[in-house]
């Protein structure tokens, strides 16, 4: 008894879980209060608990963990070495002049928002296709295009992931596996086609790219015949500052200094070449789709391991978000609404002018960098909001979801701990915890271009409907 009285003569320190008005009536009172952010496994969905439990079965769950662990090896031993650059229409497979790779999972004309209308009609008119803009709308609601994801062919595509036959892209092979990966050219970041901007200026910047940008890389890389290890290259720029989706200062000054020693060897002009180091300069971005490239050849390397719950593919096209599973093989989509991204906006933009989120930039985040590794990068916050303690917290939260870490990319200010990296559908929908990204925002409508960054998450529904299939395929649970 003397206990209990005792109890009630102490300050009171209480714990509060679930609702927040429990937490904020105790310190009306003069309470000292630790809120904790918990929730039901699943959300208390019964259906999900029982899938779960059902995936957790010692048989089942000795088929998952050697199907991981063979995925994850694929992954971390992963060698993505830059070969080379070539127009698209000779190295990606499958295409053809009049086939338009966008960004995120498939989708019709009439279901694309502003910004990847913007950037279709602007490659439409880029490859010859229309004279015009207006006639451009009309050949691309024809049927006269085709329309396929990057994914599906080996490549990405940053924000609108808009990639055409002219198009240079980097050609990045996995000297492990045997895998290649493809993306296109960074326009930098100004008024640009990714971001559904496509007037004059626009299509003068496409043809120099096609005529001068692209072929003097492509030229360059001939004198580099072992290729430049990505894999390396990424590791530094992680140490000095860069979070490798929307940072990439370090990583850029690292390229170019890789690519120039070959790039003085071509026998391009003096002007030419100062012309192609000038764009360089004008934007820290040079590097940012090469990332893309690098994380597309690791994952891809690790799709199509029967029995594995590990993400592959993580993307956007302004309408759904897509993910695909490692152990649902092929072009295994499963999708949700496009979410909103909440983040710092350029001046005289509000909030209602903003797109949905798009692009298949947050293959970074599916293979650890990006939103996972912000605690590489405290710079990034005045871009994307947040504090620097924000930053740090959501590296943290995202091991949560992953299976294990890369000893190959490291985080210094985190006692070198390698980036989280290998999310698990399973742990996401048993924790109700959902993958953290980074990214721009495209204006919602075509031709005005990148309007801020900020934070956004996947669905959920995506990684429900992913383990469903996954428990039916294992299990026949449906």
């Known amino acids: 008894m003397d206990k209990i009285k005792n109890l009630f003569q102490d300050d009171l320190k209480a714990v509060a879980l679930g609702i ?52 994850i090896e694929r992954i971390l031993n992963s060698q993505p070495i830059l070969v080379g650059y070539d127009q698209a229409i000779n190295v990606i497979p499958g295409m053809k002049k009049n086939l338009i790779l966008h960004a995120g999972p498939p989708i019709a004309w009439e279901n694309m928002n502003g910004a990847m209308r913007g950037a279709v009609t602007g490659a439409i008119v880029f490859e010859g296709l229309a004279e015009n803009i207006e006639e451009a709308e009309k050949v691309a609601a024809s049927g006269k295009v085709e329309f396929a994801p990057c994914h599906e062919h080996d490549a990405v595509g940053s924000m609108a992931g808009v990639t055409s036959a002219s198009m240079y892209v980097h050609i990045v092979e996995n000297k492990v596996y045997g895998n290649v990966a493809y993306t296109n050219l960074s326009e930098q970041l100004s008024k640009i086609l990714r ?66 020693p070959y790039i003085v060897q071509t026998d391009w002009s003096k002007e030419d070449q100062k012309e192609v180091f000038d764009f360089v300069l004008s934007s820290d971005y040079f590097s940012g789709p090469t990332w893309m490239a690098l994380a597309k050849c690791s994952l891809d390397a690790a799709h199509g391991v029967k029995n594995s719950t590990i993400v592959t593919t993580m993307c956007r096209n302004g309408y759904e978000f897509g993910i695909r599973v490692s152990g649902m093989s092929g072009n295994t989509w499963f999708t949700g609404p ?123 529904e995506a990684f429900k409907d992913a383990l469903e299939a996954f428990a039916e395929t294992l299990t026949g649970a449906k």
């Open 20 to 71: 927040e008005f429990i937490k904020d009536d105790l310190e009306i009172q003069g309470a000292e209060v630790t809120q904790l952010d918990w929730q039901p496994p699943a959300s208390g969905d019964s259906h999900l608990i029982e899938l779960l439990d059902k995936l957790d079965e010692p048989e089942n769950q000795d088929k998952i963990n050697k199907a991981n662990e063979e995925a």
């Open 195 to 260: 971001f559904g901007a496509n007037d004059q200026s626009v299509i003068d910047r496409l043809n120099w790219m096609r005529d001068v940008l692209g072929p003097m890389l492509r030229d360059a890389m001939k004198f580099c015949s072992e290729g430049i290890d990505l894999r390396l290259l990424l590791s530094k720029a992680l140490h000095m500052g860069d979070e490798a989706h929307n940072r990439n200062v370090a990583g850029t000054t690292l390229l170019i200094q890789a690519l120039t």
């Open 338 to 460: 496009a979410q909103e991204v909440i983040g710092p906006l350029f001046a005289g933009y509000k909030r209602e002018d903003s797109g949905l989120d798009i692009g298949d930039s947050a293959i970074t985040e599916t293979f650890g960098v990006g939103g996972f590794a912000m605690a590489t990068a405290p710079a990034i916050v005045p871009l994307v909001g947040g504090t620097v303690a924000d930053a740090m917290n959501v590296t943290e939260e995202m091991k949560d979801i992953t299976t294990t870490k890369n000893p190959n990319v490291t985080i210094p200010v985190l006692n070198f701990m390698g980036i989280p990296t290998a999310i698990d559908i399973r742990k996401v929908i048993k924790l109700n915890k959902l993958p953290t990204i980074n990214t721009a925002i495209a204006h919602k409508d075509a031709g005005i271009g990148m309007i801020g960054a900020g934070i956004t998450h996947p669905p959920f």
